[in-house]
């Protein structure tokens, strides 16, 4: 035989088509699809859809917290879950705290990472750009780490519109992209005295610290210092249309801004928060999820490509335990429960059958989102998130018609909720292959632990400056470490 593996007679979905193809893996990368191809192994995909693996490039995978502990999700149990979700590759997290070089944290990320299942990678977080940090990016750079992320709020690593600008500076050095969390971190902090003066503490008011304009202006301003610094940049976890507009009306004026929503935002609303007792704190993060309406709006975003990414920002905590939702005991006010939720599991069910099922989005329009867009954003474009010759064979093989009932034990994460419990998705994969090898096999992972590798991610065209600057003065070349200003 030709090939290693033929997958035969299954529908082929790329972020542009859709047609019957048999599809020919051979050392680990897809080699051909055509028809009537034979391999020394033959999987039959009769009546399935076969996809590239998701890439989930927003997941906080054994992220180093503070004092060195560790999220809930771990390497092992992140990728397991995301294996049986139908995704092959994560682009994690590597923490900064203020005041502390970053390279420490940085090797002890790099080996965590090498417990992982799928193929995995990181963005660099800025907490603190001080000269002592930017020194540290090159080599940073060199590594394969070629994005960083910053966040507008959170008290121990917000940036404010300074420090970002010099991120965005060495960003556009280095020809990294940045992603940035925006929400005013000033507006938050009125609102969330006054609501504390007013005695509403409930997960519920979590909404209300952080309506939709925090979320916005921020969003505008990230924008308009990426236009000044002439710095590619995505906006991640867009919750609502209002929010996706200032990312059209960017692209509109050709500059490079990207979009990313998540689950949490089609799937679910600020009203699970109001549920009774400390139920809601299991649906809190932020940006916080909002209504029923906002969900039309970011699905029309997704189909006119203003949004261009659906990752999970699985961010896990527990209900109860160490460092946990409930951590400042079950009467905690929102302002101390931590933020986030799980989801590298359930993003691909959850983007399939609340947008292709339900005739939201079309199928390219799915795999996009949920694989090719994010691979190309991130400098893995052709090697990841796409069927076609030469990319690596990381291939889920999907149900498009099975019903699935979603259960915290179905997905096999390392958390003990999630927030999608007992919901119904109609499509579900079947099979995952990592690099051709049969990594998921009807809801069993049966790949080893550690055969995951680490995606070192070079320089790239989506990454690269426009050369647009205001007076074509270039602040960024002078802006660099130990500069005399
Ligand atoms: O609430 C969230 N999203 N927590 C995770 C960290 C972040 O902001 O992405
Ligand atoms: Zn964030
Ligand atoms: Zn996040
Ligand atoms: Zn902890």
């Given at each position: ?71 809930a ?122 609501l504390l003066?007013?005695g509403l503490t409930a997960p519920k008011y979590h ?65 699970d928060m109001d549920r009774p007792g400390f139920e809601g704190a299991k649906f809190m993060c ?30 896990a905590f527990n209900t109860t335990g160490h460092h946990a939702k409930d951590q400042n005991g079950p009467n905690a006010s929102f302002r101390d429960i931590p933020n986030g939720v ?73 958390v003990d909720y999630?927030p ?66």
């Open positions: 035989a030709e090939f290693d593996l033929v997958i035969r007679g299954g529908t082929v979905a790329t972020a542009t088509d859709v047609f019957r193809a048999d599809v020919a893996v051979h050392n680990g990368q897809i080699a051909a699809i055509g028809e009537n191809l034979a391999g020394a192994r033959t999987i039959d995909a009769g009546g399935l859809l076969v996809m590239p693996g998701g890439v989930d490039t927003h997941c906080h995978l054994d992220q180093v917290e503070m004092s060195m502990g560790y999220g999700q771990d390497f092992v149990t992140g990728s397991r879950s995301a294996v049986l979700g139908g995704t092959t590759t994560a682009i994690s997290f590597v923490s900064h705290f203020k005041g502390e070089p970053i390279r420490d944290i940085l090797a002890e990320t790099l080996k965590r990472g090498q417990r992982s299942i799928i193929d995995y990678s990181f963005h660099q977080i800025l907490a603190d750009p001080t000269d002592e940090v930017l020194a540290e990016l090159p080599a940073i750079v060199a590594a394969g780490i070629r994005s960083f992320k910053v966040f507008l709020t959170y008290d121990a690593i917000r940036l404010d519109d300074g420090q970002f600008l010099r991120v965005l500076a060495a960003a556009r050095r280095e020809g990294a992209m940045v992603a940035v969390h925006c929400e005013n971190y000033d507006a938050i902090g009125w609102l969330t005295e006054a003066a007013a909404a209300w610290s952080r309506p939709k304009v925090v979320e916005r202006e921020a969003t505008y301003r990230a924008i308009a210092l990426a236009e000044l610094v002439d710095t590619p940049i995505q906006i991640f976890h867009v919750s609502c249309a209002e929010v996706a507009e200032e990312i059209a009306r960017a692209k509109r004026r050709g500059l490079k801004v990207w979009g990313e929503t998540c689950p949490q935002y089609f799937a679910l609303t600020a009203a932020s940006p916080a999820p909002r209504d029923e309406a906002d969900h039309d709006g970011l699905w029309a975003m997704m189909r006119q490509g203003v949004l261009d990414v659906v990752s999970s920002d699985d961010s799980p989801g590298v599991g359930a993003r691909m069910p959850l983007l399939f059958s609340e947008g292709v099922v339900k005739g939201r989005i079309d199928l390219p329009t799915f795999v996009g989102l949920a694989a090719t867009n994010p691979a190309r954003l991130y400098g893995l474009g052709g090697c990841k998130g796409a069927i076609q010759p030469g990319a690596d064979a990381d291939i889920v093989l999907w149900d498009a018609t099975k019903t699935q009932t979603i259960t915290n034990a179905l997905l096999q994460h390392g999630t999608y419990e007992g919901r119904e998705v109609t499509g579900w994969p079947v099979m995952t292959l990592r690099r051709g090898e049969i990594v998921m096999q009807d809801g069993e992972m049966v790949a080893a632990e550690g055969s995951g590798r680490f995606l070192a991610r070079g320089p790239y065209e989506l990454a690269r400056p426009l050369g647009r600057l205001a007076n074509g003065f270039d602040a960024a070349a002078y802006d660099r470490p130990g500069a005399t200003r």
